[in-house]
């Protein structure tokens, strides 16, 4: 069975813990944020973790086994 190949767009923005979690930036607050709330803006500057249905997709895409 061939290797399977990393997909760079992933490794450019998803971080991997070392217990496995999967780690995302949050979308919506690059622009518009003049009508955004600063509890708001605040908020989406966060780094979030991803739910786990979609964090076991996004590992077996990058070639980690955790």
């Known amino acids: 069975m061939p290797k ?3 997909k760079k767009i992933l490794t450019k923005r998803i ?3 070392k217990k496995g979690k999967v780690l ?3 979308s919506f607050g690059r ?3 003049v009508k955004k709330s600063s509890k708001r803006k605040r908020r989406l500057g966060r780094v979030v973790e991803t739910k786990k249905v979609h964090a076991r997709k996004i590992r077996k895409v990058l070639g ?3």
């Open 31 to 33: 622009h518009l944020n």
């Open 15 to 17: 971080r991997v813990t």
């Open 4 to 6: 399977v190949k990393t």
């Open 24 to 26: 995302r930036r949050q």
């Open 64 to 66: 980690k086994s955790r």
